[in-house]
């Protein structure tokens, strides 16, 4: 049995798109983080911070409630924790073609 030499074409709206980052931290410092800067051409964008205090494979991240990007494409947020990691949300039916990565706007924050 070779090659069948089909193509195929999809339709319709797109799906809602969920992109989710590795963690990153300071430590042994914590980290306060104001803000979440999107890198894609997704015309609306709501992101979300996960933290939590270690990495025990048993200790998931806890999730701060999500904003929506803002005119200066910036989803600000504040929340703080030790290692932390961003999710971005796109709607569904939106036109968009790259979604890259985020650049966070955060500072070390105290030792735990």
Request: with cysteine; aromatic share 8%.
């Amino acid at each position: 049995a070779g090659p069948i030499h089909n193509i195929g074409f999809f339709s319709g709206d797109s799906l809602e798109a969920i992109v989710e980052t590795q963690e990153f931290s300071q430590d042994p410092y914590r980290i306060d983080i104001n803000g979440i800067t999107p890198i894609s051409d997704a015309p609306s964008i709501f992101a979300s911070v996960g933290n939590r205090d270690v990495l025990a494979q048993n200790v998931a991240s806890t999730y701060g409630l999500e904003s929506q990007m803002n005119q200066d494409g910036m989803c600000p947020v504040l929340e703080n924790g030790r290692y932390v990691r961003a999710k971005l949300r796109i709607p569904a039916a939106q036109n968009w073609k790259f979604a890259r990565g985020i650049i966070p706007d955060f500072m070390k924050a105290g030792k735990l």
